[in-house]
Structures are given as structure tokens and as C-alpha cells.
């Protein structure tokens, strides 16, 4: 299992994206922050990340047009990729994010820090 070095969050949610911050920097990991679903595929198609944590429901892009972006492009050397959505609640949505769009977790908001730890922890080790 490989360590979580780069992480980018993308939310519109300026104090969801600091919360996040500081869990993911408290792992020791280096944070890049966006706040619309444009700017995340634009940042992953020009730099390497081990993890994006994404909202489903941005403007400009959402998360599954991101994620629809990112199979098409580069499926095989894709960061592991977080859906995160106060909006898409239940198995349904749940099971559309993990199958159809190939997301590794999918996390209802609010996240605590204990589930956003155990869902890191099965994709990185951590310090």
C-alpha cells in the first residue's frame, strides 16, 4: 500500500474544503484546494495526485462529468477518488458512484473524521 503524499479537494464549500484541509494535512499530506469541478480536472490532467476527494454537485463541472472526464482520459493512472455529496443520499446513489462512475468510496456529508480516516486507510498508509 502506497503513502498518501498529495490530496486535492474539490468543493464549493469553502468551510468544508478547510475542515478537510486540516484532517488530511493533521495525515501529513500536501493539500491543494478547488472549488468547482472545472478546476479539479484541469489540476489532475496537469498534476499528480494520490487522492481527490470531489463533490458531486459543483458548479461548472459536477463530480460525475469530473469522474466521466478522468476514465475517458487516464482510467489506468487515475488518483483514488472520494465522492463526497450532502445531496445523493442512499444505496442507489451510493452504488451508481462506486460502479458506474468507478469511485473508491462515497461519503455522505457530514463526514467525521473517523470515517474520512477509515476510508484513507484502506487505499494509503498513513503516519
Known amino acids: 500500500m502506497r503513502r498518501l503524499q498529495r490530496v486535492m479537494i474539490a468543493d464549493d464549500n469553502r468551510v ?4 478537510l484541509r486540516e484532517l488530511f ?11 468547482n469541478g472545472r ?22 463541472m459536477d463530480g460525475f462529468e469530473v469522474m466521466t472526464k478522468l476514465q475517458a482520459v487516464a482510467a489506468a493512472d487515475r488518483p483514488v477518488v472520494f ?14 458512484a462506486l460502479h458506474t462512475y468507478s469511485a ?4 455522505p456529508k457530514p463526514i467525521d ?7 484513507v486507510q484502506r487505499h494509503f498508509t498513513i503516519p
Open 113 to 119: 473524521s473517523e470515517t474520512l480516516t477509515a476510508a
Open 25 to 35: 494535512e493533521d495525515m501529513k499530506a500536501e493539500v491543494v484546494e478547488v472549488a
Open 39 to 60: 478546476d479539479a480536472y484541469t489540476r489532475v490532467m496537469a498534476e499528480t495526485f494520490d487522492l481527490l476527494v470531489v463533490d458531486l454537485l459543483m458548479p461548472q
Open 104 to 107: 473508491d468510496e462515497f461519503l
Open 83 to 96: 465522492f463526497t455529496t450532502a445531496v445523493y443520499k442512499g444505496r442507489r446513489w451510493e452504488n451508481e
Open 16 to 19: 468544508f474544503r478547510a475542515v
